[in-house]
């Protein structure tokens, strides 16, 4: 589980098997699926790399991530063979150094990685997109995303209260993995503003908080909806507000299909939708003074110096581009925000 293999043989007793994992903190408190070499070997099947082969090691307790370490915790979480791929390229893309996950890791921000399944292979894998696209009640969205926790927390060494030392946690750190409403977006797939064809296959990993509602039933027109949202945006408290040295942070805008047809309609594209936010989305320097971080030596130096410049406009990310602006979810007008971590960039890889 930490990059050694480690063969147990455990009584055929489902309880003494559960028992087992949550003494030895490899569970997530939920019942797991017994990792036999057998279903692991089905596991691996849905890969033609070799079950040694590492992408890495995995912070903070720096286990390896070989292809059976992710085999082991995907099948622990209830994972498919045929979604194996995706685990890996998930895992591909949150070892980027720009990621961060090192600092997302043990931080105690409540910060979890959202899985973003992209192109085919969500269609594939039946990954909802739709009406409680966040929420309980499909198998992929799921095991996915806690496939994914499980190996942060198993071959990272991030268990709560030891190396995670998330303040309050969150419940997106049991499982935390979504796909877009492509039947009723008026726009291109998110994959295809980072190169990728429509019929290519790839997973977005974005380090965010919990959503954040954006309740408007009221907008007839791009501009008012979209004021709206960048007023959720721009709430003092979140991290996008404390950013690294090289000012670079995401935040995720996760429209519904009925307020994304609003903003279209006014013959709005995703670009517009994200330069407009980027303009709109600020906050004077003098509010940011008093927004509980003014003074943590962790500021960038460029910031600390419009300390002189109290009404000077300071966006909620550094550019318009570093805004991921989504359409999923079912009926309804709510749409939602999702503030990033502040000193990570959301990352795309291929999967397969």
Request: hydrophobic share 45%; net charge negative.
């Amino acid at each position: 589980m930490s990059g050694d293999a480690e063969r147990l043989t455990v009584e055929a007793d489902l309880d003494a098997v559960q028992r087992l994992f949550e003494e030895h903190h490899w569970s997530d408190g939920l019942p797991i699926i017994p990792p036999t070499s057998e279903r692991v070997e089905a596991m691996l099947a849905g890969t033609r790399l070799p079950p040694g082969e590492s992408l890495g090691p995995i912070p903070p307790r720096g286990g390896e991530a070989t292809l059976e370490n992710l085999a082991v915790n995907a099948v622990m979480a209830g994972c498919r063979p045929s979604a194996f791929p995706v685990i890996i390229a998930a895992v591909r893309a949150m070892l980027h150094h720009e990621f961060d996950l090192y600092g997302i890791q043990p931080t105690t921000h409540p910060v979890a990685p959202l899985v973003i399944v992209h192109g085919p292979v969500a269609r594939a894998l039946h990954v909802n997109g739709g009406a409680g696209v966040l929420g309980p009640g499909f198998p992929a969205n799921a095991t996915i995303g806690r496939a994914v926790r499980l190996i942060l927390q198993n071959t990272g060494g991030a268990f709560p209260g030891e190396a995670d030392m998330s303040t309050h946690g969150g419940p997106a750190k049991f499982t935390y993995c979504m796909t877009e409403n492509v039947a009723e977006s008026p726009w291109p797939e998110f994959h295809t503003t980072r190169g990728f064809e429509p019929g290519e296959s790839a997973v977005t990993v974005f380090a965010g908080e919990a959503p954040h509602n954006v309740n408007d039933h009221e907008s007839k027109t791009a501009v008012r909806l979209l004021d709206i949202v960048a007023d959720v945006m721009r709430a003092l408290g979140h991290n996008d507000w404390w950013v690294a040295e090289d000012g670079r942070c995401d935040v995720a805008v996760v429209l519904s299909p009925e307020h994304a047809k609003v903003v279209a309609g006014d013959g709005w594209g995703r670009l517009d939708v994200q330069r407009y936010l980027f303009e709109t989305a600020r906050r004077r320097v003098s509010e940011l003074m008093a927004g509980g971080m003014w003074g943590s030596k962790d500021w960038p130096s460029w910031m600390v110096g419009l300390a002189a410049k109290p009404d000077a406009l300071i966006p909620v990310v550094r550019s318009a581009e570093d805004i991921l602006v989504l359409v999923a979810g079912g009926a309804g007008k709510h749409s939602l925000v999702i503030p990033g971590y502040g000193a990570a960039q959301a990352v795309t890889e291929p999967v397969g």
